[in-house]
């Protein structure tokens, strides 16, 4: 059955050698994740990521058999000159995360994205749309 189960998110570890966690309210190591809300509409999905920041050519939405993956792109645009740097809590590089698509008819996908947010609409396959009906008593 299908749940939109992620493969693998990357989570922090706390790190008791750090001089400077929680000095400025969260760890320095912690690595920056893509979050995700997804919501049951009956008939299909909607999972809405977490991407501020991000320009739409920089996102990419992939799909390899039952594997839908988000991936985004920021590139740096300060030199790696830190002078008066006290710390640096922006990530730059590749964010990505994937899902298991095997209930979804992956034709019909839609994507849209606003204001900082991805949205995706997963039509789920006929076979897998819930039955809603009242039943009368004889």
Same mark, same amino acid.
């Given at each position: 059955?299908? %749940? /939109?189960?992620?493969?693998?998110?990357? &989570?922090?570890?706390? !790190?008791?050698?750090? *001089? +400077?966690?929680? +000095?400025?309210? $969260?760890?320095?190591?912690?690595? @920056? %994740? /893509? &979050? $995700? =809300?997804?919501? !049951?509409? #009956?008939?299909?999905?909607?999972?809405? @990521? !977490? *991407?501020? #920041?991000?320009?739409?050519?920089?996102?990419?939405?992939?799909?390899?058999?039952?594997? *839908?993956?988000?991936? @985004?792109?920021?590139?740096?645009?300060?030199?790696?000159?830190?002078? #008066?740097?006290?710390?640096?809590?922006?990530?730059?590089?590749?964010?990505?995360?994937? +899902? =298991?698509?095997?209930?979804?008819?992956?034709?019909?996908?839609? @994507?849209?994205?606003?204001? #900082?947010?991805? $949205? *995706?609409? /997963?039509?789920?396959?006929? %076979?897998?749309?819930?039955?809603? &009906?009242?039943?009368?008593?004889?």
């Amino acid at each position: 059955m299908f %749940e /939109l189960t992620p493969y693998s998110t990357r &989570r922090s570890v706390y !790190d008791p050698f750090n *001089l +400077f966690n929680d +000095f400025f309210g $969260t760890s320095a190591n912690s690595i @920056a %994740e /893509l &979050r $995700t =809300d997804i919501t !049951d509409k #009956g008939d299909s999905f909607v999972l809405e @990521a !977490d *991407l501020p #920041g991000f320009k739409k050519e920089d996102i990419k939405i992939d799909l390899e058999n039952d594997r *839908l993956t988000i991936s @985004a792109t920021r590139h740096s645009e300060h030199e790696e000159n830190k002078n #008066g740097c006290i710390r640096r809590e922006r990530h730059f590089g590749t964010f990505e995360r994937s +899902f =298991d698509v095997s209930g979804i008819e992956t034709q019909s996908i839609r @994507a849209n994205y606003t204001d #900082g947010v991805l $949205t *995706l609409t /997963l039509p789920k396959r006929p %076979e897998l749309v819930p039955d809603n &009906r009242s039943i009368s008593i004889e």
